[in-house]
Every structure is written in structure tokens, then in C-alpha cells.
């Protein structure tokens, strides 16, 4: 409710969150002379750039450079024995953030928008009370609103974990020593890319799924060379499993699996999946419906069920990715201005940045035969590239779908080293609609991981 003495703020767009999404709209609209609110809790630029994308890849560079100094002598180096400064990492880590904080902070300011640093709450139709950080309340009313706050990590209901003190995506990168034994619930993104990680730091690391086998949602070939990597580098992989207890034993945790096993670690990572944060936000009070899981519910121009009042990124159950984010913010943009913008039929491409790393776009093999299309697959192992064998990184799969007809490139999996930056050829070559023809044909240059293209595509094995 909105109190009779309060002074009500009115101003053209208020972005509740500074998500991607929100802080891109808020700057752009901001520019062009229209009256800005963006309310932030704490973290300028959002879950990125503060605890997500980019402090992981700027450890998963050190963790990389890592394996490669183990293998330094195959490439005529001797680099005398590794250590793993746990300061520098984290010194190396936070001076990335902090640099890319500072240059969104200037931005934001440069850019005219009034940037409140508060927890917003919703208290009428399209109106945030805000909780100023340091003392105080305002309370906002925009004519059109965005709601960008995010996903936490979630805490999986097993009995005993919340008693150990599991760490989560946030906490495992302020720790201040290196586990010995490191057990991670959940195979999927977040719990790869630190299980890979933190195995190269020189913890022993297991991962627990409860998935029958790893990355479901991908061809099981390709998941079958990566999980055949993650292990040779010393991870432990154990699917088709539950977690039935956990409890502290002295220094270690016990860890009991249902089929009785018990899994001895020094930590946990819980890493099974993000929730919406919409509990505290009283949507209720702006007629903003919420899904079972608790994601705000939009249609597919990203407006949710009250007037002129639009949700972007995760907590619109959008994919989880920061680039995903970053489109909703286009739709948004053109719809707020009067557009019909949609996000059906988005080409979304995504990257796990395990090493080799698995770069993805379109369907799935699997996905394509399910969907009754009469398709061709190709299938390239990565030591068939010259420049991978130049590089002595010739673990991992290339794999494409195409359409047996139209000769149009349904999807690819790239598993190899830098398939995330090759991965962008091909999804230009979808927009594009090319038969995959033009990249089988095309003079690419060598040796680039990029010119495998020309053998993937005549590499067909159905
Ligand atoms: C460990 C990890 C690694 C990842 N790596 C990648 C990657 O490599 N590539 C990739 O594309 N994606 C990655 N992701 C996913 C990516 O981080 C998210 O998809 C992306 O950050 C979502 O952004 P968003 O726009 O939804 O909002 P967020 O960036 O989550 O922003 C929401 C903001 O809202 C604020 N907020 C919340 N509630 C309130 C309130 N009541 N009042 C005021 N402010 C509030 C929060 O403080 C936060 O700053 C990763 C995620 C994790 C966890
Ligand atoms: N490189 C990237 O772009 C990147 C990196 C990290 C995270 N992300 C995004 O963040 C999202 C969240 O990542 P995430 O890894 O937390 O979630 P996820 O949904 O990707 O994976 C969670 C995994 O945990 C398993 N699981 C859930 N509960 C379990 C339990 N009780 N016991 C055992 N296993 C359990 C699930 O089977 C699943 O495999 C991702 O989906 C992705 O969109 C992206």
C-alpha cells in the first residue's frame, strides 16, 4: 500500500533489478532523454560480471593454464613444479571483476539514469518502495516497468546439507584454501565447470548426479567424450544417484548415497540449479502472476499479466545465459516503444566452459529425430584438426545435424578446444541460412580450429 504521506515519484521507465537486460534498457533509454529509475540491491552490473560469468571464466583461464603448465614438457617446456597460489587467483579473479564494475558504475552514470542502490518492493500497480542502502525510503512509480532481479542459487533438500555449510557458486570462490576432497551435487553447468576447475587446482573432485547420465539434454556421444575427459583429469563422475543424508564428521562430510555408498569430502558444492528471486518483490501488489517454481510469467513479448509491467532474463524463465538477457532486453525495448517483438524462434547458442569446452547451437541429434526430421549427421573427433594437433589439444568431438533435404545446419555440438569461438561461424552460416555446403566449400584459413568445418561437413557417419 502506498502511504498517504508518501511523496509518489513518477518517471518514464523503472527497472527493478540491474540485471543485463535492465541496465542495458535503463542506459539506452536514459540517453535519449527519458526519466530513469533502475533500483539495485548491491551488485553493480548485476550477477555476470559480480559472482557468475565472468569471475568463473577468469578462473577457468588460470585452471586452464594450469593443465596446459602439467603438460609443458610434451611442448619442449620445463617449468619446474606448479603451485597454485590461492591469493593470486583470488587477486587475479577480483581485479577482473572490479575493473568491469567500475567501467559499468561510469557507465551508468554517464549515461543520466538515477541509479538507486536499494531492495525494491512492489506496493501498487507499476509502484516500488525502495529501501534505500543507506537509510531512508523513496517510492517510484514508472510508466513502464521492468523486473530484472535474477536467480540465487538453490539449496537442494537434502537432509543434513544445510547443517555442513555448503558452499554454492558464490562462496567456493571466496574460499581461502583449496579443498582436498571436493564433492559437488549437481553435473550441470555450475557443478562442471568447478569440478573441472578446482580438479586442475589440485582438489580431488567428485561429481554426484541424479541425471542417469550426464548433460541429458545433449547427445549421449558427446556427453560420453566429456565425461571420458572430465574423468581422465581426475574427476569422479557418479549419475543415476541421490543424496539420502549428509552430516559433519569431526573435519569431513559425510556424504550417503541411497544405494548406500558413502562419499567422504572436506566441502560440498551444492550445484543444482538457480531460484527465482520474486519472494520478497510482492508482485502480488503490481498484479504480477508468478509461475509454480516461482518465475515471473510473461508472455512471449516478455509482458507479464499487469499493464506496461515486463520481466527479462532468469527470473522471466528465460535460458539462464547473460546473452539471453541480453535480447530480452531488445524485445523489451521495441515493445515498451509499441512493437510486437517476440521470443519465438530465437537462435540461442551456449557454451560450457569445461576443457575442451562444448559449444552448442540448435538441435540436438536427438532433439531433430524426435521432431520427425529426415537428417544427415556428421562426426569429426577433434584430433583430426590439424591446428588441434599443433596445439596438443586434440581431446573431443565435432558433431552436426543437417537436413537431409534442404542441406540447412539444424545444429551443431562442438566439443574441442576453442569450439566457443568457432561455434559463431556456424550460427552465422544458420542466420544466414547457407547449406551447410558453403562451409563443407569454403577456403578456410589454416591451421585454424575454424577450417575443421571444411572436414565436418563431409564427415558424415549417417
Ligand atoms: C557460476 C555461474 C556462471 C555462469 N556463467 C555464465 C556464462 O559463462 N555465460 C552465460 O551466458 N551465462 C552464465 N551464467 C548465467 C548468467 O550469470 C545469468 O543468466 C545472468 O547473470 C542473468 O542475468 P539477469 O539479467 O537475469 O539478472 P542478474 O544479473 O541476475 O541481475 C539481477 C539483479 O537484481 C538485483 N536485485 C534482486 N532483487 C532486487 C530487489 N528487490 N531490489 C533491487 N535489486 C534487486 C540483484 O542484486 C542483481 O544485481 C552463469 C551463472 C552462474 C551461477
Ligand atoms: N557457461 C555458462 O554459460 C554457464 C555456466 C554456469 C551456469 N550457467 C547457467 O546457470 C544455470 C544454473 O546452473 P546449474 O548448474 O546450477 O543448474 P543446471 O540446471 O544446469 O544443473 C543442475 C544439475 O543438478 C542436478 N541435480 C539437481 N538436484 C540434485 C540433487 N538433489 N542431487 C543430485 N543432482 C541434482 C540436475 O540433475 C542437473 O544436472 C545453468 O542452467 C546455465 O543456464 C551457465
Not at 567456493?172 to 569440478?195: D, H, Q, S, T, W
Not at 524426435?370 to 562426426?379: E, H, P, Y
Not at 534442404?406 to 552465422?428: C, N, R
Request: glycine share 10%; with cysteine.
Amino acid at each position: 500500500m502506498i502511504d498517504s504521506q508518501d511523496v509518489v515519484e513518477d518517471v518514464d521507465l523503472l527497472v527493478v533489478g540491474g540485471g543485463k537486460a535492465g541496465k542495458t534498457l535503463a542506459m539506452d533509454l536514459a540517453r535519449a532523454g527519458r526519466r530513469v529509475v533502475m533500483v539495485e540491491r548491491g551488485m553493480i552490473g548485476g550477477t555476470c560480471i559480480n559472482v557468475a560469468c565472468i569471475p568463473t571464466k577468469s578462473l577457468v583461464t588460470s585452471s586452464r593454464l594450469a593443465r596446459r603448465a602439467a603438460a609443458a614438457q610434451s611442448l619442449g617446456l620445463s617449468l619446474g613444479k606448479l603451485e597454485v597460489d590461492l591469493r593470486m587467483l583470488r587477486s587475479h579473479k577480483e581485479g577482473v571483476v572490479a575493473d568491469m564494475v567500475d567501467l559499468n558504475h561510469r557507465q551508468f552514470l554517464d549515461s543520466g539514469m538515477d541509479l538507486v542502490l536499494g531492495t525494491a518492493h512492489f506496493v501498487a500497480e507499476r509502484t516500488v518502495e525502495i529501501d534505500l542502502n543507506d537509510g531512508g525510503r523513496r517510492v517510484v512509480r514508472g510508466a513502464d516497468v521492468v523486473i530484472n532481479t535474477g536467480t540465487v542459487p538453490h539449496l537442494p533438500s537434502v537432509p543434513g546439507l544445510a547443517d555442513v555449510s555448503p558452499l554454492n557458486s558464490e562462496t567456493i570462490m571466496r574460499l581461502e584454501r583449496i579443498p582436498e576432497r571436493l564433492a559437488v551435487i549437481g553435473g550441470g553447468y555450475v557443478g562442471l565447470e568447478f569440478a573441472h576447475m578446482f580438479a586442475a587446482f589440485g582438489s580431488r573432485v567428485t561429481v554426484l548426479d541424479r541425471n542417469p547420465r550426464l548433460l541429458p539434454r545433449e547427445d549421449a556421444d558427446i556427453a560420453e567424450v566429456l565425461a571420458a575427459c572430465l574423468g581422465e583429469d581426475g574427476v569422479e563422475i557418479i549419475t543415476g544417484v541421490t543424496v539420502k543424508e549428509v552430516a559433519r564428521d569431526e573435519d569431513a562430510v559425510r556424504l550417503v548415497l541411497e544405494d548406500g555408498r558413502v562419499l567422504v569430502a572436506d566441502d560440498v558444492l551444492a550445484a543444482s540449479g538457480r531460484d527465482p528471486v520474486t519472494r520478497d518483490l510482492r508482485l502480488d501488489a503490481a498484479g504480477v502472476r508468478t509461475d509454480e517454481r516461482g518465475f515471473v510469467r510473461v508472455d512471449d513479448t516478455l509482458a507479464t499479466d499487469a499493464p506496461h509491467t515486463w520481466a527479462v532474463g532468469d527470473v522471466a524463465g528465460s535460458l539462464q545465459f547473460t546473452h539471453v538477457s541480453l535480447d530480452d532486453y531488445r524485445i523489451v525495448k521495441a515493445n515498451i516503444a509499441g512493437g510486437t517483438r517476440s521470443t519465438t524462434g530465437r537462435l540461442i547458442p551456449w557454451n560450457l566452459f569445461t576443457d575442451p569446452e562444448l559449444a552448442r547451437v540448435g538441435l540436438t541429434e536427438e532433439q531433430a529425430r524426435t521432431a520427425g526430421r529426415d537428417i544427415r549427421v556428421a562426426k569429426l573427433p577433434v584430433k583430426s584438426v590439424p591446428r588441434a594437433r599443433t596445439m596438443r589439444e586434440t581431446r573431443g568431438l565435432w558433431k552436426a545435424v543437417v537436413d537431409r533435404n534442404t542441406e540447412e545446419i539444424l545444429g551443431v555440438a562442438l566439443l574441442g578446444p576453442d569450439s566457443s569461438e568457432v561455434l559463431t561461424v556456424v550460427q552465422t552460416a544458420m542466420w544466414a541460412g547457407m547449406p551447410f555446403t558453403r562451409l563443407r566449400d569454403g577456403i578456410i584459413a589454416h591451421p585454424t580450429m575454424a577450417e575443421g568445418l571444411n572436414a565436418l561437413f563431409t564427415s558424415w557417419v549417417d
